[in-house]
Nanobody
Framework: QLQLVESGGGLVQPGGSLKLSCAASGFTLDDYGIGWFRQAPGKECEGVSCINRSGRSTNYADSVKGRFTISRDNAKNTVYLQMNSLKPEDTAIYYC?????????????????????WGKGTLVTVSS
């Protein structure tokens, strides 16, 4: 089976940190760009951060720039999202997604319509 499995979510206080992991099975992540998306209750799914297949290009939503860092370890078939200085508005289900297409720009990756595979999500709750 082709799977993306997120882990690392949980409850954290404002200002705290979490590191999310996305592990792929059934396929090799080397051939895919990866995006992290999130959806809060009553809101649309939004692109948080994306990374191309080599890991040399990244993109971040304005709301997370300077606080989140995306990275990948192709040898481990895993992608990470380091989240620092977390805010209550970061509370959402975070989804890992794989995109096989080669996009013209890294920014073009970070939209849900281009996703080939979705993980099931991991819940991040930022609250005191």
């Amino acid at each position: 089976q082709l799977q993306l499995v997120e882990s690392g979510g949980g409850l954290v206080q404002p200002g705290g940190s979490l590191k999310l992991s996305c592990a792929a099975s059934g396929f090799t992540l080397d051939d895919y760009g990866i995006g992290w998306f999130r959806q809060a209750p009553g809101k649309e799914c939004e692109g948080v951060s994306c990374i191309n297949r080599s890991g040399r290009s990244t993109n971040y939503a304005d709301s997370v720039k300077g606080r989140f860092t995306i990275s990948r370890d192709n040898a481990k078939n895993t992608v990470y999202l380091q989240m620092n200085s977390l805010k209550p508005e970061d509370t959402a289900i975070y989804y890992c997604a794989a995109l096989r297409r080669r996009f013209t720009t890294i920014q073009a990756m970070c939209v849900p319509s281009g996703v080939d595979y979705w993980g099931k999500g991991t819940l991040v709750t930022v609250s005191s």
